[in-house]
T-cell receptor, first 111, second 115 residues
Framework: EDKVVQSPLSLVVHEGDTVTLNCSYE??????LLWYKQEKKAPTFLFML????IEKKSGRLSSILDKKELFSILNITATQTGDSAIYLC???????????FGQGTILTVHP | DTGVSQNPRHKITKRGQNVTFRCDPI?????LYWYRQTLGQGPEFLTY????????KSRLLSDRFSAERPKGSFSTLEIQRTEQGDSAMYLC?????????????FGPGTRLTVL
């Protein structure tokens, strides 16, 4: 059975800190790893990674995939209170992209 | 607004009643997915449509659940004889493309409460 595990489950930091969120996966016929941010609503797309070792970056957020070790990390630098959310990792393992999600990491950024 | 839309946003029902949710995907997207999310968990896959064809259903989708996507546009998810364990957020997502992996864009969800 496909499985995605995220760590830590929750994280509390202060504004300006840098955080690293972890995601490991075991997915048959793996094709892609996606990160989403979820506030009090539906998940919003952050990144999709399909190749190992290539960092994707968007502002203060960046992510990288290691297909050999079956994990990905999401880095957030200079955190802001607006970064407080649940960060979801999901792996796609079929040609049509059905996603298996992890439990999520709850990030709380204090001023 | 060109995003995924879902209606209703909230539904409260009594155990044993039937409910139906609607999802309108992004117009050019061929793929449509339904997920269910309970508190403290990530979304769980329920079912997938490629155009109007329902190509996979999770074993989470009991016989009380049925989904349709007539004409390959909007989709409905019906739950018959609701149970308290059906209380969850039901999320719809859509994605472009015929082959390969693509990012999925989620709607705002329908929060179902079964009393």
């Amino acid at each position: 059975e496909d499985k995605v595990v995220q760590s830590p489950l929750s994280l509390v930091v202060h504004e300006g800190d840098t955080v690293t969120l972890n995601c490991s996966y075991e997915v048959t016929n793996f094709r892609s790893l996606l990160w989403y941010k979820q506030e009090k609503k539906a998940p919003t797309f952050l990144f999709m990674l399909t190749s190992s070792g290539i960092e994707k970056k968007s502002g203060r957020l960046s992510s990288i995939l290691d297909k050999k070790e079956l994990f990905s990390i999401l880095n957030i630098t200079a955190t802001q209170t607006g970064d407080s959310a649940i960060y979801l990792c999901a792996a796609g393992g079929t040609s049509y992209g059905k996603l298996t999600f992890g439990q999520g990491t709850i990030l709380t950024v204090h001023p | 607004d060109t995003g995924v839309s879902q209606n209703p946003r909230h539904k409260i029902t009594k155990r044993g009643q039937n409910v139906t949710f609607r999802c309108d995907p992004i117009s050019e997207h061929n793929r449509l997915y339904w997920y269910r999310q309970t508190l403290g968990q990530g979304p769980e896959f329920l079912t997938y449509f490629q155009n109007e064809a329902q190509l996979e259903k999770s074993r989470l989708l009991s016989d009380r659940f049925s989904a349709e996507r007539p004409k390959g546009s909007f989709s409905t998810l019906e739950i018959q004889r609701t149970e308290q364990g059906d209380s969850a957020m039901y999320l719809c997502a859509s994605s472009p493309g015929q082959y390969g992996a693509h990012e999925q864009f989620f709607g705002p969800g329908t929060r179902l409460t079964v009393l």
